[in-house]
Every structure is written in C-alpha cells, then in structure tokens.
C-alpha cells in the first residue's frame, strides 16, 4: 500500500514592503512522501514572495504539465510559473512559453543548479530569474515544520524575515540572471 500526502497547515502573515504587500492567509500544503522538509518549505516561502491575485500550488508531483507554484489571471491564462529546485532547461522552456514571467527558488546551490541550463533552448532565457538563500538557511529552518504552523514573512531590501513557530530567522534574498 503507498503511503500518502502528509497535509501541513502554515497561518501566514505577510508583509512584502518591496512590493507592497501585506496579507494574512491560510495555507493548506499536501507533502507528498518524497518530498523533503527543504522543498516543501522552499515552496511555501515562493508561495508568499510571489503571493498575488491568483496564486496557487501546482497540481504536484502527478501533473508533470504545471509548475510546484502558478499564477493565473482571471481567464484561467497562466501568468507566473514558479518552479522549485532545480528543474530542467526542458520544463523551464514549456513554462516561459506559457507565462509571462518564469521564476525558480531554490534551496540548492544556485550555480549548480543553473549550469545544466548552458547551452539549452530556453524559451526568453533573459527573463528567467532564479532567486536563493543564505547557504544554511532553508536547512536551519526546514526542521522547524510541524503539521501546524504559524509563518511570519517580512520582506525588505530583498531581506526575509521568517518567524516560523516563534523561531526567527533571517536570510538575504539573491537573484540569479542567466548568462
């Protein structure tokens, strides 16, 4: 018998003085079994960096035709397609000819991450941006999950502030260009 999803909940309070944003929302996020803590929580914290009208988590691992995070308009036409890790120049070429804007967060060494990508065909390749953290930062953090949770984001300077479960920490946010 396959083990299933494991449901997490995240209270978040959000306040993006970069962009503006400030929201209080609730988050329900199914980790699959080969999931780790590092990725789920990578993928939370996109959820709220990119958090706008819209945003939603992709189907998981089963729907390999839609990104870990997606924005949608009011048409249902994909207008952000977040990725998590570090996926392929393949998936990233699909996704920026479907979206406006394509983005990758990553927990992994951005450089790594990034040098399969030479040399392949990505769509708009110049736009692709990839952001990461402080090295040690997603792992001092990812043991702080529990099933419930309470997540303060604050964001300014292209600094994070985390308060996750009481436990803060703080990161800078580095974005990555291609070539």
Same mark, same amino acid.
């Given at each position: 018998? /396959?083990?299933?999803?494991?449901?997490?909940?995240?209270?978040?309070?959000?306040? #993006?003085?970069?962009?503006?944003?400030?929201?209080?929302?609730? %988050?329900?996020?199914?980790? +699959?079994?080969?999931?780790?803590?590092?990725?789920?929580?990578?993928?939370? %914290? &996109?959820?709220?960096?990119?958090?706008?009208?819209?945003?939603?988590?992709?189907?998981?691992?089963?729907?390999? #035709?839609?990104?870990?995070? %997606?924005?949608?308009?009011?048409?249902?036409?994909?207008?952000?397609?977040?990725?998590?890790?570090?996926? #392929? &120049?393949?998936? $990233? +070429?699909?996704?920026?000819?479907?979206?406006?804007?394509?983005?990758?967060?990553?927990?992994?060494?951005?450089?790594?991450?990034?040098?399969?990508?030479?040399?392949?065909?990505?769509?708009?390749?110049?736009?692709?941006?990839?952001?990461?953290?402080? &090295?040690?930062?997603?792992?001092?953090? /990812?043991? $702080?999950?529990?099933?419930?949770?309470?997540?303060?984001?604050?964001?300014?300077?292209?600094? %994070?502030? $985390? #308060?996750?479960?009481?436990?803060?920490?703080?990161?800078?946010?580095?974005?990555?260009?291609?070539?």
């Amino acid at each position: 018998m /396959a083990i299933g999803s494991t449901m997490h909940t995240f209270e978040v309070q959000l306040a #993006d003085m970069d962009r503006g944003v400030y929201d209080d929302f609730s %988050l329900r996020v199914a980790r +699959h079994p080969s999931e780790t803590n590092a990725y789920m929580l990578t993928r939370v %914290l &996109a959820y709220g960096l990119e958090f706008t009208e819209g945003i939603t988590f992709g189907g998981g691992i089963s729907q390999t #035709d839609e990104p870990a995070v %997606l924005v949608r308009d009011l048409t249902g036409q994909t207008t952000a397609w977040i990725e998590i890790g570090a996926p #392929d &120049a393949e998936r $990233l +070429h699909y996704g920026s000819r479907l979206a406006e804007r394509t983005v990758v967060y990553t927990h992994r060494d951005p450089a790594k991450v990034m040098a399969p990508w030479a040399d392949k065909r990505i769509h708009r390749s110049e736009d692709l941006r990839v952001y990461s953290f402080d &090295a040690g930062f997603i792992d001092s953090a /990812a043991p $702080l999950i529990e099933r419930r949770n309470t997540m303060i984001l604050t964001v300014t300077e292209q600094v %994070l502030y $985390l #308060d996750l479960n009481g436990t803060t920490l703080t990161t800078a946010i580095h974005e990555h260009e291609l070539g």
